[in-house]
């Protein structure tokens, strides 16, 4: 089987506000309120905990790589009891994978969101059950840019790992296609949107309802 797989975090869902809110939580605890604002702060909030925290201290004027270290599990712990508040999936998503689903092919997520915390997200938003597989950020030793948790995603959907495909939103998800030596779609409607072109992968997507064809394209 041929497997579309998703990254989650500014591809299939826009997170960025409740990770924020996370992260805020971290500056308030050190008595500094909300350094980080949803409208400014979105592309970096999609780049993970850890890259909130360094944004937000050196905005303070006070990088501190151990406070980053020792505030990272509260960070997600905060998360944890607030991942759904103001996620929501982007436009045309889901209906995407279901067209997808719908011509033959296995849909999964690989994520560098720690697995229970993206399983729980997807459990909440109601969706978990549409992807056939889900591979996160602690599921394997590595995690992307390593292609294995790709390869993992494509065989956990039922899928031949060298036949799959990667839509993401980040070089993170381009550098991980590359490596597996297979297509990477680029979504263009995230905050760093505007910076996809530059990476150069095989297509760019500015809606979802364009993906089923541009997957036909690519994987045949």
């Known amino acids: 089987m041929k497997t579309v797989i998703f990254d ?5 869902a826009d997170t960025s506000g409740d990770l924020i ?33 360094r944004a ?34 982007y436009d045309g998503a889901l209906e995407a994978v279901e067209a997808l689903k719908g011509l033959g092919y296995g849909v999964g997520i690989c994520t ?18 549409m992807f056939a597989s889900l591979v996160g950020a602690d599921t394997l030793p590595v995690r992307k840019p390593d292609p294995e948790p790709l390869f993992e995603a494509a ?18 998800d381009r550098n991980t296609a590359k490596a597996a030596g297979v297509p990477s779609v680029l979504v263009t409607f995230g905050p760093s ?9 095989e297509a760019l997507l500015d809606d979802f309802a364009d993906l ?5 394209r690519l994987l045949g």
């Open 112 to 129: 560098n969101k720690p697995e229970a915390l993206a399983v729980e997200l997807m459990r909440r938003l109601g969706a978990l059950d």
């Open 8 to 12: 989650l975090d500014g591809t299939l």
């Open 193 to 201: 949107g505007e910076d996809m072109a530059a990476l150069k992968p």
């Open 212 to 216: 089923p064809a541009v997957v036909q």
């Open 21 to 53: 809110a996370a992260a805020n939580h971290c500056f308030r605890a050190m008595g500094e309120g909300d350094v980080l604002d949803v409208t400014r702060d979105a592309g970096v909030a999609l780049r993970g905990g850890k890259a909130m925290l």
């Open 56 to 89: 937000g201290l050196e905005r303070l004027g006070r990088p501190d790589e151990a406070f980053v270290e020792a505030h990272y599990t509260k960070l997600l712990d905060a998360y944890g009891e607030a991942l759904d508040t103001h996620t929501v999936f």
């Open 155 to 172: 065989r956990r959907a039922g899928g031949a790992p060298e036949r799959c495909l990667l839509v993401g939103d980040s070089d993170t």
